[in-house]
Structures are given as C-alpha cells and as structure tokens.
Nanobody
C-alpha cells in the first residue's frame, strides 16, 4: 500500500524549531520529487518547499526562505523539513506529497499525499 506519513509537528513558541519527517512506504522515493505544503485555517493550501527527483534541486516559498530547509535520505525513504525561527504565521497543517520524475512540485499535480501534521506556533 502506497503511503506517505508525516510526523514531527507540535506546539512551539515563536523563534523555536521543528523538524518534520515524511516517510514513504509501498514505493521508493528515489524517482519522486517531494513537496511540503501547508494549509492554515480558512486559507488555501500553499507550497512551502520542494526537492526535485533528478538532481535534488530545492525550492522554497519566499515566506520561508532562509528559515526552512528540505532534505532527503533516499536510503531511509524519507524527506525532512527543518523549520527554524518559526513564526505564528507558520501555523498550519503541513503535508508532504510526491510526484514521479518531478522537476518541481505542482500543487494540483502530485501523485501521492500524506494526511498532514499540525504545526502550531504560539506564545
């Protein structure tokens, strides 16, 4: 069964860090681009970061550049999102998604989605 499972969310204070994990089962991530998306209450889902399948090129939304880092460990079939200097506006449900042979991570073109993990940034 193909599955993406996110973990690592939680409640943190502004300025703190979290590392999200996206673990794949039922398929290998080697040939997939992986994207992290988030959806805050009352807002549309937005792309946060993406790592391509071919050469590991990374992309970040302007709102998280310099604070978030995406990385992949193909041996563990896992992708990470390191989130530093978190802000209240980062509060959202974060989901990972995969697209085969992806050079990018189109929100409406991903093949598989996880169910998400909640990140809450509040003092």
């Amino acid at each position: 069964q193909v599955q993406l499972v996110e973990s690592g969310g939680g409640l943190v204070q502004p300025g703190e860090s979290l590392r999200l994990t996206c673990a794949a089962s039922g398929f290998t991530l080697d040939y997939y681009a992986i994207g992290w998306f988030r959806q805050a209450p009352g807002k549309e889902r937005e792309g946060v970061s993406c790592i391509s399948s071919e050469d590991g090129t990374t992309y970040y939304a302007d709102s998280v550049k310099g604070r978030f880092t995406i990385s992949r460990d193909n041996a563990k079939n896992t992708v990470y999102l390191q989130m530093n200097s978190l802000k209240p506006e980062d509060t959202a449900v974060y989901s990972c998604a995969a697209v085969l042979f992806g050079a990018s991570c189109p929100r409406n073109g991903m093949d598989y989605w996880g169910k998400g993990t909640l990140v809450t940034v509040s003092s």
